[in-house]
Each structure stands twice: as C-alpha cells, then as structure tokens.
C-alpha cells in the first residue's frame, strides 16, 4: 500500500463507522494496519467481512508492542 501520500486515498482522516457509531482511523494508514493485522493473524473477519475480532495472538502482540490494555478490546 502507497503511504507517501501520493495514492487516492487520504493518509489519515478520522471517519465514524455507520453501524457502530464508533470513530476509527481511515484512509492509506488505517487500510495498511487493517491489512497488516489480518496477515498476522492478529485479527480475523467475522460476519459479513467488513467486522474484525482481536484474535488471543492479537491481544498479546498489541500489549507486548504498543502496550494496549486489551480487555478494552472486548
């Protein structure tokens, strides 16, 4: 994925889910986390595939890296 800003897609902008009425990050940046979680198998599509859960991998990669108190996640 292109983040040097020069693809279509915005870097970053913030963008509230429609279903969850949840903000979350959008944009170059969000679908290369996205993307980047889901080929580590830290998180999988659930439903429709457009939803994600942490996977227990997940949970501990997110604590050991960026420190996350992941029983927020659930």
Do not use: F
Not at 5 to 31: I, K, Q, S, Y
Not at 53 to 66: F, H, I, N, P, S
Request: charged fraction near 25%.
């Amino acid at each position: 994925m292109d983040l040097d800003g020069r693809g279509r897609r915005p870097l970053a902008r913030a963008c509230l889910d429609w279903t969850e009425r949840r903000p979350h990050l959008a944009g170059a940046a969000g679908a290369a986390l996205c993307r980047h979680l889901l080929e580590r198998g830290w998180c999988v599509r659930i439903g429709s595939g457009r939803a994600v859960k942490v996977t227990g991998t997940g949970e501990q990669a997110l604590t050991d890296l960026l420190g996350i108190d992941t029983a927020a996640l659930r």
